[in-house]
């Protein structure tokens, strides 16, 4: 392979490794970092009384694996003023990680018979909006950071496999290796 279309070929894996480094940073971002902020706002939410209005357990069932979802509505007072959620959790969306959706919609209907309350978490800067449950799901988490660290991983290493693409590249072009960017200059 000639020198130039070594070069060019370590530029593509650089660029290559950088597209899969910002696809990694930013599921982590988004799939990992809203729950955490949120439940790091939670922590100063108020906690209140909610009345279960109606809850459901969503199953979707595909080719290879079923997911489920619990939704929820419910009923609570803020300063007087009453409001109604429909969040449960801090993870949005569904999934078929433990049995979570289950055990919450069995603890939503239960409650829902029974006329039982619940304590709903409600954000005192914004009262439209409150969750049941402001506890991180770990083992999601865990699952979901694995995208993030394979795809950062791969990112990593097509952008130093470009870089070493290109260093022996223009070892070869010169034939002496080639010092950069350390005020040296090879002997």
């Avoid at 922590?43 to 595909?62: E, Y």
Wanted: net charge positive.
């Amino acid at each position: 392979m000639k020198t130039d279309t070594k070069k060019k070929a370590g530029k593509g894996l650089n660029y290559f490794g950088l597209i899969f480094v910002a696809i990694g940073l930013g599921v982590g971002l988004f799939m990992l970092g809203g729950p955490v902020l949120t439940a790091m706002e939670a922590r100063s939410w108020v906690p209140v009384q909610a009345q279960v209005l109606d809850s459901n357990l969503r199953v979707n069932r595909g080719s290879d694996s079923t997911t489920y979802r619990v939704e929820a509505r419910y009923r609570y007072e803020y300063d007087g003023r009453p409001y109604t959620g429909d969040r449960v959790s801090l993870h949005k969306g569904s999934d078929n990680i433990g049995d979570y959706h289950q055990r919450w919609h069995s603890k939503l209907a239960h409650a829902q018979r029974n006329n039982r309350r619940l304590t709903a978490w409600v954000n005192p800067a914004d009262p439209t909006e409150a969750l049941l449950d402001r506890e991180l799901r770990w083992p999601l988490m865990g699952f979901m950071s694995i995208f993030a660290i394979v795809f950062t991983g791969a990112g990593l290493f097509f952008t130093f496999l470009g870089r070493f693409t290109q260093r022996r590249a223009e070892r070869d072009q010169h034939g002496r290796p080639v010092i950069r960017d350390r005020g040296l200059a090879p002997v």
